[in-house]
């Protein structure tokens, strides 16, 4: 009788953590919805193909903005002696980036809980995206204005319409083309 209540108490307790872990993962992704984009990864085959045409260079600063679980730069970092920092809005993201890039040893990249709008990126030499054209939108004055001379923009599912006149390259991959931005 009190082995049963034992594993009952037992099961309820593990419901319980296992009904609050999934409702803050979905509220922390509808927060990141409603702060411009949603949490949907780079396909892990598209990123090869993305990293190879961007002709990554030993000691580049590279920014992520909306860095989610940080597969691109942790994939870049593996690759690359780069300075990586990733930034997003969303917690729970920030800390898998930050478990990942602990397990894969990776301590050149940076990942911080901010939002892209509040980034500095005037030194950045390589800035990847992969959110939503309304929040690129938001930071049209911050890449225009405050970006590198020769920073390469990588925008990943969208096209950046104020960009255009910088634009050198598409590649098709997967679901979603990816457009590459050089800045004069
Ligand atoms: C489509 S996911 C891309 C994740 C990652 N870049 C990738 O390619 O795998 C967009 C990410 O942007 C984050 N995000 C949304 N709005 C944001 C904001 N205002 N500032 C920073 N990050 C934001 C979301 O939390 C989400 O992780």
Do not use: C
Request: charged share 20%; proline share 2%.
């Amino acid at each position: 009788m009190i082995v049963n209540e034992g594993f009952y108490l037992f099961i309820i307790t593990a419901e319980l953590l296992f009904l609050i872990s999934a409702s803050v993962y979905i509220i922390f992704l509808i927060y990141s919805w409603l702060k411009g984009a949603p949490y949907v990864a780079t396909q892990k085959k598209s990123l090869d193909s993305i990293i190879q045409h961007a002709r990554i260079k030993d000691g580049q600063r590279i920014v992520e903005l909306g860095s989610g679980d940080g597969r691109f730069l942790l994939e870049v970092a593996k690759k690359y002696k780069i300075i990586g920092l990733g930034v997003d809005i969303n917690p729970i993201p920030i800390l898998k980036a930050r478990i990942f890039a602990r397990m894969q040893k990776v301590s050149s990249v940076t990942f911080l809980l901010k939002d892209i709008r509040e980034t500095d990126l005037t030194s950045a030499d390589v800035i990847y995206i992969f959110l939503f054209p309304k929040l690129v939108q938001a930071i049209q004055d911050n890449l225009l204005k405050n970006t590198k001379r020769n920073a390469l923009i990588i925008s990943h599912g969208f096209k950046i319409e104020y960009l255009s006149k910088y634009h050198i390259n598409t590649i098709k991959n997967g679901k979603f083309n990816t457009y590459f931005y050089k800045m004069k």
